[in-house]
């Protein structure tokens, strides 16, 4: 029911302008494969919430789903900076460094 929950988080979004509006909205449109504006909600909620751990491991998801490693990679590593316990995203980040030499 991703169009459904789309159509809902555009109108929250109408109301209000919130970081976890544009994250949720970024996370749809990245469950529905669309990358480009998944990345631009994404940067729009972490400029509104630069340390937000969630929002920093979404938008290195969408970064390694368009295959931008290194930006990916910054983004794990960010998110990590504010949430040293995420075992997924050091998981995330292991992996995309054995499998895309990131560094």
Do not use: C, N
Not at 8 to 37: C, E, P
Not at 38 to 66: F, T, W
Not at 71 to 99: G, P
Request: proline share 2%; net charge positive; aromatic share 10%.
């Amino acid at each position: 029911k991703l169009e459904q929950a789309l159509v809902m988080a555009k109108l929250a979004l109408a109301q209000k302008k919130s970081s976890y509006i544009y994250d949720t909205l970024g996370w749809i449109y990245y469950r529905l494969h669309g990358y480009v504006d998944a990345l631009d909600y994404l940067k729009k909620a972490v400029s509104l919430a630069p340390d937000d751990p969630l929002i920093l491991e979404h938008l290195g998801d969408i970064y390694a789903a368009q295959q931008r490693w290194r930006d990916a990679e910054k983004s794990y590593r960010k998110s990590l900076k504010f949430d040293k316990t995420a075992v997924e995203v050091t998981l995330k980040l292991q992996k995309l460094l054995k499998d895309h030499s990131a560094r």
